[in-house]
């Protein structure tokens, strides 16, 4: 079992920065794929980024390219999510998930674990 702990959401103007933490328990962390995914009010629960079990390889969503970075730390067991430039539609709860193997799933049903969610939110 692996349990996950977002940190770092908040309240933020547009064009202002926040960074999200995953936190996560178990000691096979590097052998899972982490992905970062966010719901906004009466909408689905969309992909924003992925990264591999070794940080080697990462995916993003194109409304996110080049405004946020996923990277991770597997000697302590976290994921981050580097959130630049940010708007007002980046608003939502912003999920991280975690799924065993080499691959980098972009879908919500290739994660198994999921974390509670972090509030963010963006003022125009």
């Known amino acids: 079992q692996v349990q996950l702990v977002e940190s770092g959401g908040g309240l933020v103007q547009a064009g202002g920065s926040l960074r999200l933490s995953c936190a996560t328990s178990?000691?096979?962390?590097?052998?899972?794929?982490m992905g970062w995914f966010r719901q906004a009010p009466g909408k689905e629960r969309e992909f924003v980024a992925a990264i591999n079990w070794s940080g080697g390889r990462t995916n993003s969503a194109d409304f996110v390219k080049g405004r946020f970075t996923i990277s991770r730390d597997n000697a302590k067991n976290t994921v981050s999510l580097q959130m630049n430039s940010l708007k007002p539609e980046d608003t939502a709860v912003y999920y991280c998930a975690a799924t065993p193997g080499v691959g980098v799933p972009l879908i919500p049903a290739g994660y198994d674990y999921w974390g509670q969610g972090t509030q963010v939110t963006v003022s125009s």
């Open positions: 178990g000691r096979t962390f590097g052998t899972y794929a």
